[in-house]
């Protein structure tokens, strides 16, 4: 027996999946098919008419068929989501099945609409240029398109690691040349305490963004975009912390100048008396 991917769920399908790309069910997994089509488990995904996350359900008319290979043959099947919140809110998804092969073949709202969400509050830490390419950046992944994706991811992450140069290489110390004829992964080693450890520690997961882009296959740059997403992530997740706690503390010296002031105000006043 060969190890086999497992099925995709409800979510995976509907909402990670790009456009026609198939899945073949195994003979075993027929109930994994089954709950893509007809399961009332709750999914949580992100809901544009809400502008939130929220709990979905399958919307079944008609009877629920009880086998669960009712499923299979050649046809196409509509999965409809509805929000809990409000069931005007949803989700359309067609598949078309031929004998356990399934494909998404159309659905609204689209892909980059449903997964660009988790990603918003980062443009507020990215220039406006920087936050519309990873959208699209995302929205490409979503569809499929894997050179094209990894290009917007690449140059974002550049930037970022750019960014930190630039305060970087005003260290004491600091190995310009090492810096300027390293690629990425001993880059990202010259630049720790300036980056995120998660990001340093696995630095030899960058290597791929030093490939020129005509080496790279639509596949090789599939796989990484998540590897090169999630680096993005890390350092605009500090970026957000750190720009959190700058408010915090501009807030706190406003605060404290009030009191001092007010302070002094009251003490000049009692030296008046
Ligand atoms: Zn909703």
Redo the contacts with the bound molecule.
Sequence with gaps: MTAQTPPPTVKEFCIGYPLYEEFTFAKEDDEAGWNLFFSREPIDTY??????H?I?HLHITGDIPRNLDAWVGNKRLAVVLK????V??KLFFLFEIEGRTVQKIGQYPSLADLNTYDVRQYSAVLSKGDFRELTKAIGLAAHGVGVGSFVYLRRIFENLVDAAYQIAKTDSGWDDDAYQNGRMAERIQLLAGHLPEFLVDNRSMYKILSQGIHELTENECLAAFPVVKMGIELVLDEKLAASAKQRKLEQATRAIHGLVSRAGVEARSGTDE
């Design positions: 809901c544009p008419g809400c502008n939130a929220s979905f929000c809990s919140r409000d005007a809110h």
